[in-house]
């Protein structure tokens, strides 16, 4: 559990958070996420505390506002990669701008030969770069990511560390990752770690 944790970062930045297995890394990322609520205190993404709000509201304030890329990249196996990036944008109807916004994404990722490919026919790299374009397709002002890279060689998580950093940048997404590798930790200007519960300026 983690103690008495404060810290802010402004839109465009770029933070890694570090620790051994089980300081509460993934648990800070829900907090922030509007995922699990902290026992005391309060988040603010984007001037809102989303956790002020009613079940359906902080939902939909997650679905718009936040976008999330995990170790597993969680794409549905029998959809296509287009309609997988396309997957937040169902909630609350689709605007006319959304394909269009998916199409550009797949094509910003490098996956623009595999958009009517299904996850199992892509790389782990692949499969993972099409999660990113999921995460930005809603064009959200907080990225969130848990071991992007944990289950990719080195050259392929090079390669998405590289595209999520630029990307996020791009879009003036504030980005938070969280990480084992120190690699791609110094990649990111910002790092924290967390040591006896607390969440240090590393």
Known sequence: MLSDVSFSLA?????????????????????????????????TVDGCNPFALGAEAVAAFRNRSIGFVFQDHCLLPQLTVLENVLIPTLVGGRDGHASARARQLVD?????????????????????RAAIARALV???????????????????????????????????ATLVIVTHSTTLAARCPIRFEIVDRQLRRA
């Open 108 to 128: 910003r990722v490098g996956l623009s030969d595999r958009i009517d490919h299904r996850p199992g026919e892509l790389s782990g790299g692949e499969r993972q």
């Open 11 to 43: 839109s465009g930045d770029a933070a890694a958070v570090m620790g051994p297995s089980g300081s509460g890394k993934s648990s800070l990322l829900y907090i922030v996420g509007a995922l699990e609520p902290p026992s005391s205190g309060t988040v």
């Open 138 to 172: 809603r064009n959200p002002k907080l990225v969130l990511c848990d071991e992007p890279t944990g289950n990719l060689d080195r050259a392929a998580a090079d390669n998405v560390a590289s595209l999520l950093i630029e990307l996020a940048a791009v879009e003036h």
